[in-house]
């Protein structure tokens, strides 16, 4: 089913600031779904007057332009050069693009619904104050979006696990969360996906401010006086620190490859039994043999007998089969084939369908 169609009156005006036009991919990817999207339009590109991008210095410049965080600045370049990808999402891209080539510009007293700020310098008050909506920033965990160096980079070196992307207003109020699964080995892929579903993100945001605005009899109310603000991160690792983090993501990176070589990586089933559900009882485990793997369990009862059923495939045959367990507290668990048995009796599982067991 189609979208509703929105007139360009309901269309929300978004004012997008940036330190300059040339941006990683991730931010040209947000500018591009807002400038396509049928609930908004981007009506100004305001840039902090940077100067117009120049090819970075040398590896051997900026350790020398900057000692105290020498082991940051070597990491993050072996780290890019190893895993960085021509379409991945720190490649630069002008956002002129977007526009034919010209940023879009209009009258400096217009009305503004939202600005979307990427920028390291505060957005100019002229401009935030005409936003209705507030300025919109993105937070991965406590990292502002332009210090885009040290996103995801405690998460992956410290194996924190996820990492958390914030859509914020007035870098005060969350207006949608996402979390992202970080990478084991490297923080410049492991930082890709977060920045990567930010512009879905932002879009699905916008849209649901659109159609709440449209349905709004005070749409038109003005917002709380705006107080420029630019969010400060946490500190760039020192030396020290950095050797630290190193020391523990190699340390963890080595004892997942000895598990992942010196033992068999295998799911395990867990049950509880209880009257109530959910249940706080403690989750008992089913283990399976080492020759073979298990899935998709499915709980069912037969007058007072507790079975699961799951799906079991031996290693050796490569051929996998439905298998039924009986649950009982006096004994342990055993395991039959429940489809292709020689005999069968019938048992009726929890959701009323019938299934066959051995």
Not at 111 to 129: E, M, Q
Not at 254 to 283: D, H, M, N
Not at 313 to 321: D, I, L, M
Request: overall charge positive; aromatic content about 6%.
């Amino acid at each position: 089913m189609s979208p509703p169609s929105v007139s360009s009156a309901q269309r929300l005006r978004v004012a997008v600031h940036v330190d300059g036009f040339v941006q990683p991919r991730w931010i040209h990817r947000i500018v591009e779904d807002v400038a396509a999207s049928p609930a908004c339009t981007v009506t100004v590109i305001s840039t902090a007057g940077a100067a117009p991008p120049h090819p970075p210095p040398s590896l051997a410049r900026r350790l020398v332009a900057d000692p105290g965080h020498a082991v940051l600045t070597a990491f993050t370049a072996l780290d890019d050069r190893t895993y960085g990808r021509p379409n991945d999402a720190l490649q630069p891209i002008d956002l002129r693009t977007l526009f034919g080539g010209n940023a879009p510009t209009e009258a400096a007293d217009g009305p503004l619904d939202v600005v979307l700020s990427f920028g390291r310098a505060a957005v100019p008050g002229a401009l935030a104050s005409r936003a209705r909506h507030g300025v919109w920033t993105l937070h991965f965990g406590p990292v502002p979006a332009h210090d885009a160096e040290l996103v995801g980079l405690e998460e992956v070196l410290r194996g924190h696990g996820v990492i958390v992307t914030e859509l914020r207003v007035d870098h005060a109020r969350v207006l949608a969360r996402s979390v992202s699964r970080t990478d084991v080995r490297s923080v410049r892929r492991g930082r890709n996906v977060p920045l990567l579903k930010c512009a879905a993100l932002v879009s699905r945001a916008l849209r649901e401010l659109q159609h709440e605005s449209a349905e709004r009899a005070d749409a038109g109310a003005p917002r709380f006086e705006f107080r420029p603000h630019v969010a400060e991160g946490p500190s760039r690792p020192t030396n020290a620190n950095m050797a630290s983090l190193l020391v523990d993501h190699g340390l963890r990176y080595a004892r997942e490859v000895f598990q992942r070589r010196g033992f068999l990586q295998q799911w395990v089933l867990a049950y509880q039994i209880s009257p109530i559900f959910p249940s706080t009882a403690p989750f008992r485990y089913l283990v399976p043999p080492a020759d073979r793997f298990w899935a998709d369990p499915f709980a069912a009862q037969r007058g007072d007998r507790r079975f699961i059923l799951f799906e079991e495939a031996p290693f050796a045959t490569g051929r996998g089969h439905i298998a039924a367990m009986e649950l009982r507290l006096d004994v342990l668990p055993r395991r039959g084939r429940a489809l292709g048995a020689p005999t069968t009796s019938r048992i009726r599982s929890c959701s009323g369908t019938a299934v066959r067991s051995s």
